[in-house]
């Protein structure tokens, strides 16, 4: 469904006047109320119901709501911001597996899109990947999520919060071949950087070396 850029900056505009009522029903635990509005967000937002929201393959998702634009982050804020309500009220609810879910799908579709941009990396956007992904770990991250947030750290100049990553990604599929030439090629890059823009990446240049070192030595 295509959208102008106008119905898009009301919808978000919306949105938070949504977020605020939706979160008073919920805590007034008027649960079924919050279930009736966040079905209605969906409709309107996106022309679909939850069920099918949560259900849709990751990239068959973005596909069809048009959210991997270059140069559009609007639409992803819109359904980012949707689908962490219903984790949010999800998780009230005590159904965690809905609610980890909503978390993980968030996280994928905000990453994304963000990735697909060129270049540019708004405050705004970041802190809602940012909240996401504190919601999200508060799972078992899937290889899949994990690798798209540790491409998230390095895109914000997070290196030590990538390598961390990294080492998580290990534990995950040890004897990775693709992961261990993604793992070195990811120090390589670091070390080829200045100085300052390292620490100021939270990751000195020693650190990286030891880093690559270790990385090097877990392939063994």
């Known amino acids: 469904m295509a959208y102008s850029r106008d119905y898009i900056k009301r919808m978000i505009e919306q949105m938070g006047e949504f977020l605020l009522a939706l979160k008073e029903s919920i805590s007034g635990d008027r649960i079924e109320e919050a279930r009736e509005k966040l079905h209605l967000a969906y409709r309107e937002a996106l022309s679909m119901d939850p069920n099918t929201v949560r259900d849709l393959p990751d990239d068959m998702l973005i596909l069809n709501t048009q959210m991997s634009r270059v140069g559009d982050l609007d639409k992803s804020i819109v359904l980012g911001d949707l689908l962490t309500a219903d984790g949010d009220l999800h998780e009230r609810t005590g159904e ?63 290196f030590a919060d990538a390598e961390d990553d990294l080492f998580d990604l290990q534990d995950l599929s040890p004897g990775d071949d693709v992961l261990k030439d993604e793992g070195t ?11 300052h823009e390292l620490l100021l990446g939270g990751l000195p240049r020693n650190e990286v070396e030891e880093g690559l070192k270790d990385w090097m030595g877990q392939q063994l």
């Open 96 to 158: 965690y597996d809905v609610a980890q879910r909503c978390y993980f799908k968030a996280t994928t579709v905000l990453i994304e899109a963000l990735l697909r941009q060129p270049f540019g990396t708004a405050k705004e956007y970041v802190d809602r990947i940012d909240v996401l992904i504190v919601k999200a770990e508060q799972y078992d991250v899937p290889f899949d999520l994990r690798w798209r947030i540790f491409r998230y750290h390095e895109r914000v100049n997070r």
């Open 185 to 195: 090629a990811y120090f390589e890059r670091l070390l080829a950087m200045k100085d």
